[in-house]
């Protein structure tokens, strides 16, 4: 059965795709721990990051520097965070979390609520960044 994340990337499921190439896909995740908190994954369904290919491993890295660059500046912080859990979907991803202070990447903190609007506003704002 394919994961949430597959079913985003097959279309199945509604996103705010930020980017998406041949193996790579990357929308903000609707449960966010900040402003712009961002998703990427990669296409191939594999549920551990350090099982993917290195090949794919590497090219998923590069994509999500490419993101957190733009993000960076669409949602203006200190640094973009960096989370690797993977516990809740069974399908690698990286997280990219704007931060302003080390409190802004714990998972235990409660999640964010953003209007369609305001996700759609935020989703091209990272867009023409990237």
């Known amino acids: 059965m394919a994961t949430i994340f597959t079913k985003i990337v097959n ?7 930020i980017a ?3 193996n790579f ?7 966010p721990l900040a402003k712009g908190h961002t998703l990427v994954i990669p296409k ?3 549920d551990y990051l350090f099982d993917l290919e290195e090949d794919l491993y590497l090219g998923l890295q590069a994509f999500a520097r ?3 660059l733009g993000l960076k500046i669409a949602v203006p912080c200190i640094k973009v965070g ?5 516990l809740e979907v069974p399908h690698a991803h990286i997280h990219l979390i704007p931060m302003q202070s080390e409190q802004d990447i714990n998972f235990s903190n409660p999640k964010k609520k ?3 609007d305001e996700m759609e506003n935020l989703r091209q704002l990272i867009i023409r960044e990237l």
């Open 44 to 46: 191939k369904e594999v």
């Open 11 to 17: 279309g199945e499921i509604p996103s705010y795709k």
């Open 114 to 116: 953003f209007s369609p």
């Open 82 to 86: 960096v989370a690797v859990l993977g």
């Open 20 to 22: 998406e190439d041949e």
């Open 66 to 68: 490419k993101i957190a």
């Open 25 to 31: 896909y990357a929308f903000l995740d609707i449960n």
